[in-house]
Every structure is written in C-alpha cells, then in structure tokens.
C-alpha cells in the first residue's frame, strides 16, 4: 500500500508521550523552537502546525504532534493531514482512526486516499467484506487506481481466493507494468502457483536491474522452481538471491524451508540460525530453528526457540505450541 510520506514517517516511528509539565518547555526549545516562534506570528496558518507536527513525532513527541496535526486539519481539512492523523490514530486508540477517517471522507469525498486508507484499515482487522465495500466503487469509477486494485487482490488472497487474487493483480500489471511492488506480488503469485510466467517476468525484472543488486527477481526463481518439484533449481536461486543480499531475510527462509522438507535438518538449521543471526528478533526463524531441532531430537534447544518464537511473533502461539 503506497500511502502519504509523512503517514510512512509517522508509522514507523516509537510513540511516547511527554507529561503536561514539559509541553512548553519542549515547544520553545530546539528543533521546535523557530517553528514555534512562526506559529505565534500566523497562528492560522496549517502548515507551520503540521510541519512541528512531523518533527515532534519524529522525536518521539506523539502526543504533542497529534495536537498539532489536528489543528492543521481543523484550519484546513487537505488529504495529506487526515492521512498523517489517521496514521497516528491507528497506533494509538483503535476504533478512532476509523471514526476519524470517516469524518474526513465526508469533509474531503473526492479522496481516493482516504477511502483506500480506510479500506486497508478494515482489512487490516479481518472486515474483508467492509473493505470491499469501498475499494469495489473505486474500482468501478477508475478501473486503474492502483491502491485500490492491491488492496482488493490483497484482500482475495487472504480469503483463500487465488485465482481471482492473481486475475485483479494481472489486470493492475497490464496497466502499470513498470510498477515495481505490483511486479513482485504478481510474479509472487505466479510462482507459488507454479506459472512460468514468473520465470518471464524474473528474467525482465533482473535485465532492468543495472547495477545487479535486487535479490527478489531469483526469489521469484526459487519460489518457482519450488512450486514445480525441481529442489535443485530452487535452492540455486535462494543462494544467488542470498548473494544480491547476504541480509535477505526471504531468501533464507525459503532456502531452510526447502531443506527441512527433503529432511535436511542441519542444513536447513544452518540456514535459519543465519536468518536469526541477521535479525535476533526474527521470529519465524527461530520457529523453523525449533521444528529442525525438534527434528534432529534436541527437544531442549527446541523448546527455547519456540518460547523465542512466539515472544517476537505472538502470530506464532498456536503453530509452535502445535509443533512442539
């Protein structure tokens, strides 16, 4: 989902709140300080407010960035405001961000963003069907709108319906074949389901690539030869992938997964204690960790990577308990 810059600043960031104590004094220093000097001399302006408001969150400020980008949109409702409040709501209290992006479709209805916004945040909770209900008529009045046709086969997939989900990702590809994302979910569902397309589509993706530096195209080869019962192909894939980008978290996974299932237990061992070597807190690593060493009969080690599992991936519960 390709959304506002600032809604990517804004959600990637730690919230922390500062105590009513401090709020003026943080105000009146430094970064904050000339911003605020401005919005004393043009109190009305929106701008100003919502510029302090980026900078207070990406200092950790939520709660006083919140209070500014509320008041940029209440003296002028733009899109980019709404989706920068709506990310910020979204971490913070629930069922808000939805009340309040429904407030700003009605202020702001010519907002595609907005509806697509809303959309992904009832898919993001399981309301498929209310998501739908809302990229559908998107659709039907721009039958481009990228956002909303992702979403839509974003949403198919997670029903289990794959063949419709790849016919909406296909449609969206033959309108914007040079859109990066878009190839790459698509050329991923043509490799799961064992479509050589995906082998064209890798073999275009990789001629693009000048510098030779993107692992996903070889990626989309494993995953592929994967599908189609050639272990041997697939493997040479995951491991040129893994040399575009020794920190590619995909290639290691599949890479282990595809040994673990020839009953390779240590080599599949050895490739997910380097996902978990690369990222400590990856949590599927060390779940697949756990089932190689339930394999080889270290219950012990085991057990301690499915506690290590499901503390970083709560998603995680129930297959490691079942797995143990």
Known sequence: MRSSFFVAVLCSLVCSCSDKEDQHSILD??????????????PRDAG?????GVLLYEKGEAALAQND??????????????????????????DTAIRFLESAIKARPESIGLKVTLATTFS???????????VAPIIAAYPGQLDALMLKAEILAEQGKMEEATAVLESAYALAPSDAA?????????????????????????????RGTHPEPYLLRGIYYTSVKEPA??????????????????????KGELLFNQKKYEEAAKAFRLATNISPTFGEGYYWLAKCERAMGMTKEADENFDRAYRFD????????AAR
């Open 48 to 52: 100003l407010y919502y510029r302090r």
């Open 314 to 321: 709560t998603s995680l519960v129930e297959e490691s308990n």
């Open 29 to 42: 220093e430094a970064p904050f300080a000339a911003l605020t000097d401005s919005i004393q001399d043009a």
């Open 182 to 210: 878009l190839a790459h979910n698509l050329g991923f569902r043509w490799a799961e389901a064992g479509n050589s397309k995906a082998l064209a589509l890798a073999d275009s993706l990789i001629k693009a690539d000048v």
């Open 233 to 254: 192909l697939a493997l040479k894939a995951f491991d040129e992938a893994i040399v575009k980008d020794y920190n590619f978290l995909d290639a290691h996974l599949y």
């Open 69 to 94: 980008i509320e008041k940029a949109w209440k003296l002028s409702p733009r899109e980019e405001y709404a989706l920068s409040l709506a990310g910020l709501l979204s971490k913070t209290r629930g």
């Open 124 to 134: 993001d909770r399981g309301q498929h069907d209310k998501a739908l209900s809302i």
